[in-house]
């Protein structure tokens, strides 16, 4: 079983529906969940930041997290063509600078216009 | 907010050759820089965490001697694919680690796309 599992999709909507992206993963040690967008060929950008369980909100994109279950969230509200991209799930178990992440597989959103 | 560049963008190289990749931070000091391996359509694969002053730790199955890894100073970091072949075309992407509330913030660079013809 691979530390961190996300559904590569690809996922296509409408434009102005609710998206919800997904992430569940194995070990119980990590404390710090992060969602990252990356463009065609471009870096992953953060979105998302979250320590331990609980929600967050940032404009039209709110992240969630249990622990509990170990499964996370990103819902994006309104989706717009430019959200367009790849969705990265990241997480690490400190939150040290030297602390690693492990990320899942992406998953590919298309937003239609 | 934090931005690290990384150069070049894109790069095609012959077989045999190698070649360097930098990445800065350009507006913190980063203490701890990481490099990652992106096929497509794949997710980023860390290859090795690289700390200011200090040799590279490397993740298993990744050759230190053909992945090439400084950190000079605390706003640079290189990656050098010695001898490369065409398995080693890839997209590579560092990240360098600041502070952010109660943990680490991870900014990457754009991305450099290596061709090995």
């Known amino acids: 079983q691979k530390e961190v599992e996300q559904d590569p999709g690809p996922l296509s909507v409408p434009e102005g529906a609710i998206v919800s992206l997904n992430c569940t993963y194995s070990?119980?040690?990590?404390?710090?969940f992060m969602w990252y967008r990356q463009y065609s060929r471009k870096g992953p950008e953060l979105l998302m930041y979250?320590?331990?369980?609980g929600n967050k909100e940032d404009g039209r994109f709110t992240a969630q997290v249990d622990k509990s279950s170990k499964y996370i969230s990103l819902f994006i509200r309104d989706s717009q063509p430019s959200d367009s991209a790849t969705y990265l799930c990241a997480m690490s178990k400190g939150g040290g600078s030297n602390y690693k992440l492990t990320f899942g597989k992406g998953t590919l959103l298309t937003v239609n216009p | 907010g934090a931005v690290v560049s990384q150069h070049p963008s894109r790069v095609i190289c012959k077989s045999g050759t190698s070649v360097k990749i930098e990445c800065r931070s350009l507006d913190f000091q980063a203490t701890t820089m990481f490099w990652y391996r992106q096929f497509p359509k794949q997710s980023l694969m860390l290859m090795a965490t690289s700390n200011e002053g200090s040799k590279a730790t490397y993740e298993q199955g990744v050759e230190k001697d053909k992945f090439l890894i400084n950190h000079a100073s605390l706003t640079l970091s290189t990656l050098t694919v010695t001898s490369a072949h065409p398995e080693d075309s890839s997209f590579y992407i560092c990240?360098?680690?600041?502070?952010?509330?109660?943990?680490?913030?991870?900014?990457f660079g754009s991305g450099t796309r290596l061709t090995v013809v």
């Open positions: 979250t320590y331990s369980s």
């Open positions: 990240s360098a680690t600041h502070v952010v509330g109660q943990g680490a913030g991870y900014t």
């Open positions: 070990n119980s040690a990590f404390q710090y």
